[in-house]
């Protein structure tokens, strides 16, 4: 049950080079938005079981953060993209 | 009173009363080596690849996006910085005290690193002339494949004696050897 990441800069590499943020999902909200919005930003997060989106930092190669669709279950990997694309493309959407 | 300051490479100690006759599967600990980072301003990235890729004298490490690391012998030191200097679009910064470089060659280098790293050395994975960073022995380090069977390790200083020693002992059962080598 290795968990091995494509980095899209660096290529296959071990989980123990990354470190993990966490959950990719949340928006970060306007700076003039409610303060409920920021509490949920800030403390609340699912705890989903299955496909999520993590935020992985590769601390031990490129040093860059990378997005990573992963399965929580059964630890499969579907995508990684640096962070920057990721937020690109969200902000197109 | 006068103060002599004298260069004592970080490896001294670890490699005093080794074997200097090498065997095939060798360590060279540079001694002196020069080793300049190179940042690419945002936006910058791509032309700066460009003009690392014609640049003559150092070999070029990949290390990230818009980032690498280039060595290059003693001698080049000063007229390797200033051919750096001069790529607009780029920051660059001498490393070469933080640094250690460290060429494991010989029959058996590949499969003493697949002790050290978790990443595929293959030939068709990685290539001659590529390089990434990695884990290597623990710690965060540039890997470059410079030849066959010939890699060469950049590491911070203070970790060098770790990764040294760690490698020297992953190589024990294929007898391998470390000296400096002068240039």
Redesign the interface.
């Known amino acids: 049950m290795a968990s091995l990441i494509t980095c899209p800069h660096c290529g296959t590499r071990p989980k123990e080079e990354f470190t993990i943020r966490g959950d990719a999902a949340p928006r970060r909200p306007g700076s003039a938005d409610r303060d409920e919005a920021w509490y949920a930003y800030v403390y609340i997060r699912d705890n989903p079981k299955g496909r999520i989106l993590e935020y992985w930092h590769h601390a031990g190669g490129c040093r860059r953060w990378l997005v990573v669709d992963r399965d929580n279950l059964t630890h499969e990997v579907f995508g990684v993209v640096d962070a920057a694309d990721f937020q690109r493309t969200e902000a197109a959407e | 009173m006068t103060l002599h300051f004298l260069h004592r490479h970080v490896l001294e100690d670890h490699l005093a009363g080794f074997e200097t006759r090498p065997n095939p599967n060798h360590v060279n600990v540079a001694r002196r080596p020069v080793i300049l980072s190179v940042l690419a301003h945002s936006g910058h990235e791509a032309a700066v690849a460009e003009r690392l890729a014609e640049l003559a004298g150092g070999s070029v490490r990949f290390?990230?996006?818009g980032?690498w690391l280039v060595a290059g012998p003693a001698l080049l030191g000063e007229e390797l910085a200033d051919r750096l200097g001069e790529i607009p679009g780029a920051s660059v910064c001498d490393q070469s005290d933080g640094k250690v470089l460290m060429a494991i060659g010989g029959p058996s280098a590949r499969k003493i690193l697949a002790k050290c790293v978790?990443?595929?050395l293959h030939g068709d994975?990685?290539a001659e002339g590529q390089s990434?960073?990695?884990?290597c022995c623990h710690v965060?380090s540039n890997l470059a494949r410079t030849g066959a069977d010939l890699f060469e390790i950049i590491v911070p200083r203070s970790f060098a004696g770790s990764v040294f020693e760690e490698l020297m002992e992953m190589g024990r059962e294929y007898a391998l050897t470390a000296s400096f080598s002068e240039d």
């Open positions: 290390c990230g996006p980032e978790a990443a595929d994975v990685f990434a960073n990695m884990l965060a």
